[in-house]
């Protein structure tokens, strides 16, 4: 008997050697990094509550659940009708500035949106320019009522502005995929336009829909810089006022958990709506793809407009106004402070970028070496973080990092006699640790689409040539992943050089990055002065988001078939 579980566990060892390696291993590190803020989140509320925590539940959390909820709500309608009916537009019809719509409608991505609700703000203030022109040229005096922005109204639309290209994104890609022939079988049947597109377009598209309002939920409740300059009270600024405010760490795990149930429902909600449904284009679809319908006279004019203002609305006034207030503003701000706040963004931003890509990198790697499916799961886990809001993730940091100074602190004062303080905490060791945490999911979708682009023989080629595992990484898989992984370093850097909650919680004391100092000086009053920080920040963003639509534009491919009838409009 003995015998035979001795054999069984020689047995079982002998299977996890065949199935994993010591890359498995380095693997597991990222996943475990991702779920330190969960194990935070579940060990704090088992210490309990804290001792604000009634008092939050009776006096400002009933808002902070409305608000958020409103919130998602107004911003997710808007969001979904405008992105999606642009991504229609463009995809399907032709009218007078549709190619340029096609590319410029992903613009705002590359806009924060603090930095678009400060632009607007500033723009429909006393002093604004809006205000100033119906005052001194039109003659015309406005209610300021009515022009008020920093309400829930004005960050409903700061906010739909620019995020109804996460929808746009993904709705243009479902629409250029479907099939023409799908089209052109309901009009056969007696179907107008709009039924066509409501009826057959739409279903068709809907996990690519719910998957874009999904993103943009995620931002809405990851966003903090937007609804504290407007004064709105949610889950995120909660978070912050029980840390910095109150400084009730309790308080703040209470809320984050609640954060993260709501995120749960989100996400539980997606799938539901999902079904069993499937939604399989067939592969003629890619040689029959849809011919535009020409849009005439007032049907262009309006398709013409539907595109325009989302535009308006979203890059072209926020980016105009950055640049008026940077032409007045720049000797004052553009000195030797300036150019360290953009060493500082620019350090910190690289250094994240090449964290997540080497780690990335193992996970991917290490995936192609081992076939259980204990490497699927670390990988699913890894890639969590970008769903957590950032809040979160730095009240689930902060809490081991202050545990990790206390030790270390006591270590020292046992050796040497002196307090050393914080070692880790407030570092940019620790902020870095957060940003891993948060954008390694960025890194790793890239690298993993250019890995499964890599044929799985391609590693028994190289390990019968003699190549060891990390010999056949330098010098077979690096060349083949080379832009996947620079892709991938693209995207964290511009997210990082974004990043503002993470950011303000866990930098080091005095240590501003172009994010930080852009919302202090807006919070100061000093709007103008925060548009040279904004403007690189815009700038940065700009290059990846037009990398990413050149990559997910659709071409019909070289060979394709003609059309032989066009769709009547």
Request: aromatic share 10%.
């Amino acid at each position: 008997m003995v015998t035979g579980q001795k054999g069984n566990r020689a047995s079982f060892i002998t299977r996890l050697r065949q199935h994993y390696n010591h890359w498995a291993l380095l693997a597991s590190i990222p996943a475990l990094l991702v779920s330190v803020p969960f194990v935070t989140i579940l060990t704090g509320l088992v210490a309990g509550p804290g001792r604000n925590w009634q008092h939050l539940m009776q006096t400002v959390l009933p808002d902070y659940i409305f608000n958020s909820l409103l919130l998602l709500l107004l911003v997710g309608t808007l969001t979904l009708a405008t992105g999606t009916a642009c991504a229609w537009l463009v995809s399907t019809c032709q009218f007078p500035g549709q190619r340029f719509f096609s590319s410029a409608l992903v613009l705002p991505l590359a806009l924060p949106t603090y930095i678009v609700a400060i632009v607007y703000a500033g723009l429909t203030g006393y002093t604004g320019l809006l205000q100033t022109f119906l005052r001194d040229v039109a003659g015309l005096t406005a209610e300021q009522a009515a022009l008020d922005m920093m309400n829930m109204k004005g960050a409903v639309f700061v906010l739909s502005a620019v995020l109804y290209p996460y929808v746009y994104v993904l709705a243009r890609s479902a629409f250029q995929l479907q099939s023409r022939s799908l089209l052109e079988a309901a009009r056969m049947l007696g179907s107008s336009s709009w039924r066509m597109f409501y009826r057959v377009a739409l279903p068709v598209a809907r996990p690519a829909l719910a998957g874009g309002l999904l993103l943009v939920i995620m931002e809405l409740l990851n966003d903090y810089g937007a609804v504290k300059y407007y004064g709105i009270s949610t889950f995120t600024t909660g978070i912050f006022r029980a840390w910095f405010s109150l400084g009730d760490l309790q308080a703040a795990i209470y809320l984050s958990a609640l954060l993260l149930l709501l995120i749960g429902l989100v996400m539980v909600l997606e799938r539901w709506q999902r079904g069993r449904a499937r939604y399989h284009s067939s592969h003629a679809a890619s040689h029959h793809p849809i011919k535009p319908i020409k849009l005439k006279g007032l049907q262009a004019f309006a398709a013409f407009m539907v595109c325009l203002i989302p535009f308006l609305a979203g890059f072209a006034i926020p980016v105009a106004q950055l640049l008026y207030w940077a032409s007045i503003t720049v000797p004052k701000v553009v000195d030797d402070r300036f150019w360290r706040l953009m060493s500082n963004s620019f350090m910190v931003a690289a250094a994240a970028a090449l964290l997540c890509v080497l780690l990335s990198l193992v996970l991917v790697y290490a995936r192609q070496l081992n076939r259980g499916r204990a490497l699927q799961a670390i990988a699913r886990l890894s890639t969590l973080g970008y769903a957590i809001p950032g809040a979160v993730i730095a009240v689930g940091v902060l809490s081991p990092l202050l545990g990790i100074d206390k030790q270390l602190a006591a270590a020292v004062y046992s050796f040497t006699g002196q307090r050393s303080g914080l070692l880790i905490t407030g570092s940019i060791a620790g902020l870095l640790t957060a940003y891993v945490v948060r954008f390694l999911a960025v890194a790793y979708n890239p690298a993993d689409a250019g890995m499964l682009r890599i044929s799985p023989f391609m590693l028994d080629a190289a390990r019968s040539l003699g190549y060891r595992p990390f010999k056949a990484l330098i010098h077979v898989y690096l060349p083949l992943l080379k832009g996947p992984l620079l892709s991938a370093a693209l995207l964290v850097f511009v997210d990082v050089m974004k990043e503002l909650p993470l950011t303000l919680i866990l930098r080091p004391f005095n240590f501003h990055t172009l994010a930080t100092k852009a919302f202090e000086l807006a919070s100061d009053e000093m709007v103008a002065e925060s548009a040279s920080p904004a403007l690189v920040i815009v700038l940065t963003g700009l290059l990846p988001v037009l990398l990413l639509n050149k990559l997910i534009t659709h071409k019909p491919r070289a060979g394709a078939k003609k059309s032989v009838q066009e769709i009547p409009a």
